[in-house]
């Protein structure tokens, strides 16, 4: 949490020093639009989420079972760390800096720049430097579309919340419910031995993350916010 309120400061003091704005202009003012624009992101990625995890175990061969050891205490603490992760996240990328990059170059190459870093900071946060180059390729690739959505969903609504829920929604259903991520074992976890899945359901699944989903949260609010000029344009 102190990392979340040092993240605050900062993001006032760049606001003011390079835009002269206050820190409002990240729409982190609560309305009821806001509330619902987050609950849906939320939602439909914690479904878009479970689809993911649960096909593969088709062709991994294995399947999810309850863990009877994870407790109510266990999932509250997991949806702590995950709302944490994800506001952490949210205000270093699609926050004032985001912001500032739309404010001077446009909001394309804050986009493009944001997505970018997000992928290359995963690099760091999943230790992949010893891991060779197609595995960095890969994961740089489909945490910067996650990057891409995120950021272009938060120039289209002005408003942090957005991206947010979007992150939200994802990790904490594959955090909390299907234990992937680094708190371990949490309420599903797999059983008996997976097999390496390849071919066709890897790619499959590889454009599943990279082009479907971001592809279709960006078309969904570009539809819903229609082109106009936005205070990013510069």
Not at 146 to 163: L, Q, V
């Amino acid at each position: 949490m102190l990392g979340i309120i040092v993240e605050i400061a900062l993001s006032i003091a760049l606001l003011w020093i390079f835009c002269k704005k206050p820190i409002t202009v990240l729409g982190i003012k609560p309305s009821l639009h806001r509330l619902k624009v987050f609950l849906f992101g939320m939602l439909v990625m914690a479904l878009l989420c479970t689809f993911n995890l649960w096909a593969q175990t088709y062709f991994k061969q294995t399947n999810y079972v309850l863990n009877p050891d994870y407790g109510f205490m266990d999932a509250l603490n997991g949806i702590y760390w995950t709302i944490k992760a994800a506001m952490f996240e949210e205000l270093i990328f699609r926050g004032a800096i985001l912001y500032i990059l739309m404010r001077k170059l446009g909001w394309l190459w804050g986009c493009l720049i944001s997505a970018a870093a997000f992928g290359v900071y995963h690099w760091f946060s999943y230790n992949m430097f010893d891991r060779g180059l197609i595995p960095m390729a890969y994961v740089f690739l489909m945490t910067g579309a996650a990057g891409w959505m995120f950021a272009y969903t938060f120039y289209k609504t002005k408003s942090i919340y957005t991206p947010l829920g979007l992150h939200f929604g994802w990790i904490v259903m594959s955090i909390v419910l299907f234990s992937a991520g680094p708190l371990g074992n949490s309420l599903f976890v797999l059983q008996g031995e997976e097999v390496e899945m390849g071919g066709w359901p890897q790619l499959f699944f590889f454009l599943f993350q990279t082009v479907m989903v971001p592809g279709g949260i960006c078309w969904y609010f570009a539809r819903r916010y229609k082109p106009e000029r936005l205070e990013f344009d510069s």
